[in-house]
């Protein structure tokens, strides 16, 4: 059975970090691609970033560029992001997803399970 736990979330000043991380199970987790995305309070469902199964290819939305990085570690079977200098923007539930395939895309079809979020605030 396919599990994906997100942890890492809280409150962080604006120009703060947090690092969030996906602990994945259930299957061969080196063999598909992982996407980090996010909810806003009253907005839709935002891709943040992705990376291709052995992380060789990644992508980043305009609005994280710079201040975010995602990486994976295939011999713990997790997925990271690091935010950096963060914005009261940036708050949000941030979920990790599975891909279908060895890519990491902005489709939200090619995912076909969710870890239950972590809520990121980030407030003076």
């Known amino acids: 059975q396919v599990h994906l736990v997100e942890s890492g979330g809280g409150l962080a000043q604006p120009g703060g970090s947090l690092r969030l991380s996906c602990a994945a199970s259930?299957?061969?987790?080196?063999?598909?691609?992982m996407t980090w995305a996010r909810r806003a309070p009253g907005k839709g469902l935002e891709w943040v970033s992705g990376?291709?199964?052995?992380?060789?290819?990644?992508y980043y939305e305009d609005s994280v560029k710079g201040r975010f990085t995602i990486s994976r570690d295939n011999a713990k079977n997790t997925v990271t992001l690091q935010m950096n200098s963060l914005k009261p923007e940036d708050t949000a539930v941030y979920y990790c997803?599975?891909?279908?395939?060895?890519?990491?895309?902005?489709?939200?079809?090619?995912?076909?399970?969710w870890g239950k979020g972590a809520l990121v605030t980030v407030s003076s």
């Open positions: 990376i291709w199964a052995d992380g060789s290819d990644t």
């Open positions: 259930g299957f061969t987790f080196s063999n598909y691609g």
């Open positions: 997803a599975k891909s279908i395939f060895i890519r990491a895309t902005r489709e939200v079809y090619e995912y076909d399970y």
